[in-house]
């Protein structure tokens, strides 16, 4: 039989989580670890999005790793060519290159209890592992609605995150179909190029006004010859935004302020009465994730652009037809619908110790312990978890302290010998859950009056941290060896945690 590779952990995913987790492992002294990658280069969502106008809308200064800071973001919020060129650069200065498995999809992971660790089989062939840290990210699956008719369009079809730059959109009539943070960046990208856009929008958008500008050479000259300028700069970033998220949190009544500022927003750009009372929401801000843009509306109102306020119900022919009933021809569609959030097909592919699926285990929503842990699925990890995303501010600061949490829990395992395995007790997680459930009752996601993508089909919020990220930094500072079972390799039984002690 071949013999397979073996490592200490496996992390897979080379977005921002799974490129951050593997310079925790060096930091930590691991280096037996790969990087599985399905893809050709590294940078998870920022490989994968490249449609016209894409970027952040977070500043770049926060939305960057604290021990990797850039002092040459070229403006306030970086575009994806920049960001993805970060990602490139973080690779190379930290030597992860070695460790990238790059086009090894991971088809399966099984955790083998005899043996203690986790069997990954890929597209390129098994290795083994024993610990999985699986940073595959929530943005990752693109999701395309079933629309009736789509498949005998004629015309050219693609999502936002695969968009085909072989396609010439100039003269084209296309249809954008959703309104979210993708396609309200596509717009006014493609606008000006395009014969006619068709806009569908399901439920309008709360966009704030996007105040974007270069960073001067003065200041990035200042932030390379004095980087706690840079430190100072990011803090300030994080700070105001740990002061807003309380509104989110808590207060979502204070919001009405933001509305104010928002409605403004859509005044100043559209003066037809009717097209603005289609893209006012009627729900509360901040419910959905709130856009910024500058540019977003001015577009709308080209007399190049409709905007059907109604999801898009079929395609008949070369039409796109609206649940209003208003039909178009185009040459084009392309979808801004979003991703498989809540229902990542990555869970599909992972078997924990009762020989169940993650999906299977989530099937009621999903749930871990600290956002990283699952019941059942020993040694598995994942960057990016359950109820781990933020409304308000930059990933990269949970991912952060995700990152401090699988540091311990290195540590941890490491100091249990060779050949143990921790497993989160069911009575840990649910006692976490019940915590961030009792915290979201009264937070804008679930009391604003929408539905959004932070929400599973059960309606629970399974994706969006409750609180500040400091809250969720201290959360994530340590492993609590009483929230886990220690499995011995051979057993696969409990040990009684007494015992450890
Ligand atoms: P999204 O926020 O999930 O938006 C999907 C859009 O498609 C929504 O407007 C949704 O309408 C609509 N939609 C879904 N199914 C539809 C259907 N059958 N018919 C018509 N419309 C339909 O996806 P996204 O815009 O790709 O953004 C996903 C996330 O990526 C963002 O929330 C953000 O976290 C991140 N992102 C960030 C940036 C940035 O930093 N600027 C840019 C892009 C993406 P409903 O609202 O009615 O559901």
Same mark, same amino acid.
């Given at each position: 039989?071949?013999?397979?590779?073996?490592?200490?952990?496996?992390?897979?995913?080379?977005?921002?989580?799974?490129?951050?987790?593997?310079?925790? %492992?060096?930091?930590?002294? @691991? #280096?037996?670890?790969?990087?599985? =990658?399905?893809?050709? +280069?590294? $940078?998870?969502?920022?490989? !994968?999005?490249?449609?016209?106008?894409?970027?952040?809308?977070?500043?770049?200064?926060?939305?960057?790793?604290?021990?990797?800071?850039?002092?040459?973001?070229?403006?306030?919020?970086?575009?994806?060519?920049?960001?993805?060129?970060?990602?490139?650069?973080?690779?190379?200065?930290?030597?992860?290159?070695?460790?990238?498995?790059?086009?090894?999809?991971? %088809?399966?992971?099984?955790? @083998? #209890?005899?043996?203690?660790?986790? =069997?990954?089989?890929? +597209?390129? $062939?098994?290795?083994?592992? !024993?610990?999985?840290?699986?940073?595959?990210?929530?943005?990752?699956?693109?999701?395309?609605?079933?629309?009736?008719?789509?498949?005998?369009?004629?015309?050219?079809?693609?999502?936002?995150?695969?968009?085909?730059?072989?396609?010439?959109?100039?003269?084209?009539?296309?249809?954008?179909?959703?309104?979210?943070?993708?396609?309200?960046?596509?717009?006014?990208?493609?606008?000006?190029?395009?014969?006619?856009?068709?806009?569908?929008?399901?439920?309008?958008?709360?966009?704030?006004?996007?105040? !974007?500008?270069?960073?001067?050479?003065?200041?990035?000259?200042?932030?390379?010859?004095?980087?706690?300028?840079?430190?100072?700069?990011?803090?300030?970033?994080?700070?105001?935004?740990?002061?807003?998220?309380?509104?989110?949190?808590?207060?979502?009544?204070?919001?009405?302020?933001?509305?104010?500022?928002?409605?403004?927003?859509?005044?100043?750009?559209?003066?037809?009465?009717?097209?603005?009372?289609?893209?006012?929401?009627?729900?509360?801000?901040?419910?959905?994730?709130?856009?910024?843009?500058?540019?977003?509306?001015?577009?709308?109102?080209?007399?190049?652009?409709?905007?059907?306020?109604?999801?898009?119900?079929?395609?008949?022919?070369?039409?796109?037809?609206?649940?209003?009933?208003?039909?178009?021809?185009?040459?084009?569609?392309?979808?801004?619908?979003?991703?498989?959030?809540?229902?990542?097909?990555?869970?599909?592919?992972?078997?924990?110790?009762?020989?169940?699926?993650?999906?299977?285990?989530?099937?009621?929503?999903?749930?871990?312990?600290?956002?990283?842990?699952?019941?059942?699925?020993?040694?598995?990890?994942?960057?990016?978890?359950?109820?781990?995303?933020?409304?308000?501010?930059?990933?990269?600061?949970?991912?952060?302290?995700?990152?401090?949490?699988?540091?311990?829990?290195?540590?941890?395992?490491?100091?249990?010998?060779?050949?143990?395995?921790?497993?989160?007790?069911?009575?840990?997680?649910?006692?976490?859950?019940?915590?961030?459930?009792?915290?979201?009752?009264?937070?804008?996601?679930?009391?604003?009056?929408?539905?959004?993508?932070?929400?599973?089909?059960?309606?629970?919020?399974?994706?969006?941290?409750?609180?500040?990220?400091?809250?969720?930094?201290?959360?994530?500072?340590?492993?609590?060896?009483?929230?886990?079972?220690?499995?011995?390799?051979?057993?696969?039984?409990?040990?009684?945690?007494?015992?450890?002690?």
């Amino acid at each position: 039989m071949a013999k397979h590779e073996h490592v200490r952990v496996a992390v897979i995913g080379s977005g921002f989580g799974g490129l951050g987790a593997a310079v925790r %492992l060096r930091r930590e002294g @691991i #280096t037996d670890f790969v990087v599985l =990658e399905r893809a050709d +280069s590294v $940078g998870g969502t920022w490989r !994968d999005n490249s449609y016209p106008g894409c970027a952040c809308d977070v500043p770049s200064h926060l939305y960057s790793f604290s021990f990797a800071p850039n002092p040459d973001w070229p403006r306030v919020f970086s575009g994806q060519s920049h960001i993805r060129a970060y990602l490139e650069h973080l690779t190379d200065t930290f030597g992860l290159r070695p460790h990238l498995r790059l086009n090894h999809e991971v %088809l399966l992971m099984r955790w @083998i #209890t005899e043996a203690a660790h986790w =069997e990954i089989e890929t +597209s390129r $062939g098994i290795i083994t592992a !024993d610990v999985v840290v699986s940073a595959t990210g929530p943005l990752s699956d693109p999701k395309v609605p079933e629309v009736s008719g789509l498949d005998s369009f004629p015309g050219k079809v693609f999502h936002s995150a695969r968009w085909d730059h072989g396609y010439d959109l100039r003269g084209k009539r296309v249809a954008v179909i959703g309104t979210g943070a993708s396609a309200i960046q596509i717009v006014p990208a493609i606008q000006p190029d395009v014969a006619r856009l068709t806009l569908f929008q399901r439920t309008p958008p709360w966009v704030l006004p996007r105040a !974007d500008r270069a960073i001067s050479g003065a200041e990035r000259w200042l932030h390379r010859k004095v980087p706690a300028t840079a430190v100072a700069r990011r803090g300030l970033l994080w700070g105001i935004r740990e002061l807003q998220v309380q509104a989110f949190t808590k207060r979502p009544d204070e919001l009405g302020l933001v509305e104010r500022v928002a409605k403004a927003n859509i005044a100043r750009a559209i003066k037809d009465p009717a097209l603005r009372a289609r893209l006012t929401p009627s729900y509360r801000i901040g419910c959905k994730r709130i856009l910024l843009s500058s540019t977003y509306y001015p577009a709308l109102a080209r007399p190049n652009v409709d905007v059907v306020s109604s999801g898009l119900a079929e395609v008949r022919g070369s039409a796109v037809v609206g649940a209003d009933g208003a039909q178009t021809e185009v040459d084009a569609i392309i979808f801004g619908t979003g991703f498989h959030v809540t229902d990542m097909p990555i869970a599909e592919r992972v078997v924990g110790a009762d020989g169940i699926t993650l999906a299977e285990a989530w099937k009621d929503g999903m749930e871990s312990l600290r956002g990283a842990t699952a019941a059942g699925f020993p040694n598995w990890m994942t960057v990016i978890g359950p109820n781990t995303g933020l409304g308000n501010s930059s990933m990269i600061l949970m991912i952060e302290a995700q990152l401090s949490y699988l540091g311990d829990y290195l540590r941890t395992l490491g100091s249990l010998g060779p050949g143990a395995a921790l497993t989160p007790r069911p009575a840990a997680v649910d006692a976490w859950n019940h915590r961030v459930q009792e915290r979201m009752k009264r937070t804008v996601w679930n009391t604003g009056g929408c539905t959004s993508w932070y929400l599973d089909d059960n309606g629970r919020n399974t994706t969006i941290w409750p609180g500040t990220t400091t809250e969720f930094r201290r959360a994530t500072r340590a492993v609590d060896l009483r929230e886990y079972d220690v499995v011995p390799a051979r057993t696969g039984k409990p040990r009684d945690r007494e015992a450890l002690r």
